[in-house]
Each structure stands twice: as C-alpha cells, then as structure tokens.
C-alpha cells in the first residue's frame, strides 16, 4: 500500500509540476461498449487485421480463443494441454505466442487452426508478452520487461522500466502501441506508456470509473487486457472476469 501510494505520489506531482509535465496523466472517452465473455479470466488480448484474440488463465481453464469484437461470441477455442495456467498473448510474424505463468513454457499457435505448432521453454514467471515486429517483448511482475527472440525465445536483452528513476514493478499485460510499449499494471486502475529504448514511463492512463469491478465480489476482477488495432487506430482494454470490452480514445 505503501509503494502504491508512493508511486500515485510521483505521477501527480510530476504532472502538477509548474514546467512542462515529464509525465503526462491521459484520461478517457468510452466510444463503444461490447459484450465480453464474464467467465474470460482475461490474461492477454489482442486484435490483428481486425480480428480479436483473447488469452484466458486458471489452471485446467486456460484457453486460447478467436472472438467475435461486435458480440462477444467465441467463434473458436483451444484449451491448453493439462493443467497449464495460461497468461499473456502476443502475435508475432503470422503466429500466436501464448505465454504460461509458472511452467516455463511458450506455446506457439496457428491462429486459424488454433493448434499448437511448437512449444519453447524459458526461466522464471510468465505474464504478459507483445511484438514490435522484430522481437517479443515479455514482462514478469518485475519491473524488468524481458526482449526475446521469436525463433528460440532466448533473452536478447533486459530493460527496466521506471517512474522519474523509480523502478515500477508488478507490470502485467503488454500491448506495442504506435512505437511505445502500453502496460497494466497488476491491480491498478492505470496503463502505463513505455519508451522501448530508456524503460521510462512517457505517460500514464487514468482508467477509474471505467467499469464497476468490484460488484463481481471477486479480488481477481481487475483491469487486464489491451488491444490495439494499428490498421484502424482503435484502441480496446476489458478486464479479468468483465461482462464487458471498452473501446476508449484518451483525453487530456
């Protein structure tokens, strides 16, 4: 709680700053709100040539699946082998890469069959991934982002993100967004915007208010799940559990 409020305590002052603010505040504006599966334990979303794709955790229940952005329905699913517990999902050169927490194992998708082509291992905690069209980009509740090799997984390069030189941990589901990596952060009602190159935060998203979590009467039901269509400059986020999926644009 402590660290939570010490962080809160960086933002505001670092926008309240009389010069220009290091790290800007956005709001939002909800442009349109979809159904979205209330049993999707959210762990990673993302949308390519307009198509949805949704990753969802608990062990025995993780799924990789195809949604249906207007109603909600999933079109197609694939359930994860054994008693995995599915995490981040990130599509990279035509496949989809979905990462598992405590197995160590990235399962590599056909998003059409949904069948699994090849599985890599890696160290440590999986959860959330991105690409940014050259390598993957991995976080693990640290506050290290992790860039991979597509090919072999193998670690390329660390970078550790931080608020006005403060580390900032707990960092959960990625998105790439227009050169900048988006990131929630576990628990918290923000997004956080990264430089790829220097692991500073540029900006932060105020999302409070967004959507009444808290009446599902579960501690998991937490803003999780970024998507952004590139193509059409739409940006998506839900949350673990949510009966619904927002499409917002950012405000001052």
């Not at 955790?57 to 329905?73: C, D, F, I, M, W």
Request: charged share 25%; proline share 3%.
């Amino acid at each position: 709680m402590v660290r939570y409020l010490l962080i809160a305590a960086v933002l505001l002052l670092a926008a309240c700053e009389a010069s220009e603010p290091k790290v800007p505040i956005y709001g939002y504006k909800v442009v349109q709100a979809y159904p979205h599966d209330s049993n999707a334990y959210c762990q990673g979303l993302l949308i390519d040539k307009g198509q949805l794709y949704e990753s969802t955790g608990k062990e025995g229940q993780s799924t990789v699946r195809r949604v249906a952005l207007e109603t909600g329905v999933v079109e197609s699913s694939a359930r994860l082998p054994g008693r995995l517990f599915g995490e981040g999902l990130a599509m990279h050169g035509g496949e989809l890469y979905q990462l598992t927490w405590h197995a160590g194992r990235v399962h590599v998708f056909d998003p059409g069959s949904l069948e699994i082509v090849r599985t890599m291992r890696y160290a440590g905690e999986g959860w959330g991934i991105t690409s940014d069209g050259e390598q993957l980009i991995m976080s693990d509740g640290s506050s290290y982002l992790a860039f991979r090799d597509p090919e072999t997984f193998k670690l390329t390069r660390r970078l550790q993100v931080t608020i006005l030189g403060t580390p900032l941990d707990q960092l959960n589901e990625l998105e790439w967004v227009d050169g900048e990596i988006w990131a929630n952060r576990w628990k918290h009602d923000y997004i956080v915007r990264i430089d790829p190159a220097t692991g500073e935060i540029v900006g932060s998203i105020d999302l409070r208010g967004l959507y009444d979590y808290r009446s599902i009467g579960s501690n998991d039901a937490v803003l999780n799940g970024i998507a952004y269509d590139a193509q059409a400059k739409r940006l998506f986020v839900t949350g673990k559990l949510w009966s619904k999926l927002f499409e917002i644009e950012l405000t001052d």
